[in-house]
Structures are given as structure tokens and as C-alpha cells.
């Protein structure tokens, strides 16, 4: 029974470039919850998804960010034109229903360069 | 809005001395609270899940509290070890529409000494 799984562990992108974080959520689980954690700081809520749909992205940053849950396959957690400053771990949870509790993955620690 | 704070923000002991980790949220409309442990560099580690209508919850050497009224919960950790060292994270969960945005508090870094 496989947790929440993502990839990859570890990612460095140079300035400028696009960087893709994937999320796959424990096998049942239709609900999806992306979160950063900066240095030094706690996990903010970013993004929270419901198969095929963005329930609420209001953790999102305008520009650059996007997350999708498609139908088949991972949650994806896009960033684009990397700036320093998104250097961050970015980390993935999901569960059965949006009322029960939810499980994390291991997280993908992203540095840009 | 609701807000979580973690006092102290690091902490320092000797091997088998009994700690406590504080937690503040401002809102006690809360569906429930979650203690968490993350290892440098690592994932989170689920500890306790306090659902609002408990008043505690107990496994092995940790003990997590949660007092609504005062917006308090506390992690107790008995005999501390150095693999305790960790940074603990205290996670609210909202009640009501929202519920799903999980608040975090910045974390208590604990080192325990041998």
C-alpha cells in the first residue's frame, strides 16, 4: 500500500528554466493538496485539487504557477521561468475525501541556480 | 484568520529529560490538530491527529493535548532520545468551509544531546 510518492526527490533548475513536480496521491485518494515550505519557515497551502478540477487555488502565486490532476496519471505542480526566490521543498498530500485526514509525501526539494 | 505559533522555536536538551513543545492558534473553531515530525531535509512524519471534540491523545513516549478554549496544544515528550531530534510542526485544520487549508505552525527545532 504505496504512500504519496513524488518526483523527483530532488530538482535544480537554472534561472529562467520551467520545473515540473510530480504528485501521486495514495491509490484511491481523489483529493490533492499541494504545499511549500520556504527555508526557515512552515508549509503554506498553495493548491488543492479534486480529480480533473482546481477546488481552490488561492495559495497559488499569480504568474508562473499552475497545478493540474488530470484524469489519469500524477498531480502536476508547474512552475514557470523559475526565479531564486522558488527555491523552496513543495510538498504533496492527498486523501479520500476533502473531510478526512490527509497523508504527505516526502516532498521535492527544489533549488534554483 | 487563523494563525499557528510554535514556542520555542528551537530547543536544546540533554538525553532523558522529559520536554514540552507549545502550540498557540488564534481561532478555536478547529475540525482538528496534527503534531508532525520533520527530519533535515526529509518528509513529514504524522505523530498525533487530535480530532476537536478529544482532549489528548498518547502514543509510546508522546503525549499531544489540545485545549479549544485557549486556542493551546501541547506536545509531551517523556525520556527524550537523540534520535528525537527533529523539527516538530503543529498543523490546524480548520472547521467549516476552508477546512481543507491545513495551517502550519513554523516548527520547534529540537536537538536532544547524548
Known amino acids: 500500500n504505496a504512500g504519496v510518492m513524488q518526483n523527483p526527490r530532488h530538482l535544480v533548475r537554472r534561472r529562467g528554466q520551467e520545473a515540473r513536480l510530480r504528485c501521486s496521491p495514495v491509490?484511491?485518494?481523489?483529493?490533492v493538496y499541494w504545499y511549500r515550505q520556504l527555508p526557515e519557515e512552515g508549509l503554506k497551502f498553495m493548491v488543492y485539487?479534486?480529480?480533473?478540477?482546481?477546488?481552490?487555488e488561492s495559495g497559488m502565486p499569480k504568474e508562473r504557477f499552475s497545478a493540474e490532476f488530470p484524469k489519469e496519471g500524477p498531480s502536476i505542480l508547474r512552475i514557470q521561468q523559475v526565479v531564486r526566490g522558488d527555491s523552496a521543498a513543495y510538498f504533496c498530500?492527498?486523501?479520500?475525501?476533502?473531510?478526512?485526514?490527509?497523508?504527505f509525501g516526502q516532498g521535492t526539494r527544489l533549488t534554483v541556480v | 484568520k487563523q494563525e499557528v505559533t510554535q514556542i520555542p522555536a528551537a530547543l536544546s536538551v540533554p538525553e532523558g529529560e522529559n520536554l514540552v513543545l507549545n502550540c498557540s492558534f488564534t481561532d478555536s473553531a478547529i475540525y482538528n490538530l496534527q503534531w508532525f515530525r520533520q527530519d533535515p531535509g526529509k518528509g513529514l512524519t504524522s505523530l498525533l491527529l487530535i480530532q476537536s471534540s478529544q482532549r489528548e491523545q498518547t502514543s509510546g513516549r508522546l503525549n499531544a493535548s489540545l485545549d479549544k478554549s485557549s486556542g493551546r496544544s501541547t506536545l509531551y515528550i517523556a525520556a527524550s532520545q537523540p534520535g528525537d531530534s527533529a523539527t516538530y510542526l503543529c498543523?490546524?485544520?480548520?472547521?467549516?468551509?476552508?477546512?481543507?487549508?491545513?495551517?502550519f505552525g513554523a516548527g520547534t527545532r529540537l536537538f536532544v544531546k547524548a
Open positions: 498543523a490546524v485544520r480548520p472547521g467549516g468551509t476552508g477546512g481543507f487549508k491545513t495551517i
Open positions: 485539487l479534486q480529480k480533473e478540477n482546481i477546488i481552490d
Open positions: 491509490k484511491g485518494h481523489s483529493h
Open positions: 498530500a492527498s486523501s479520500p475525501t476533502v473531510d478526512t485526514e490527509a497523508f
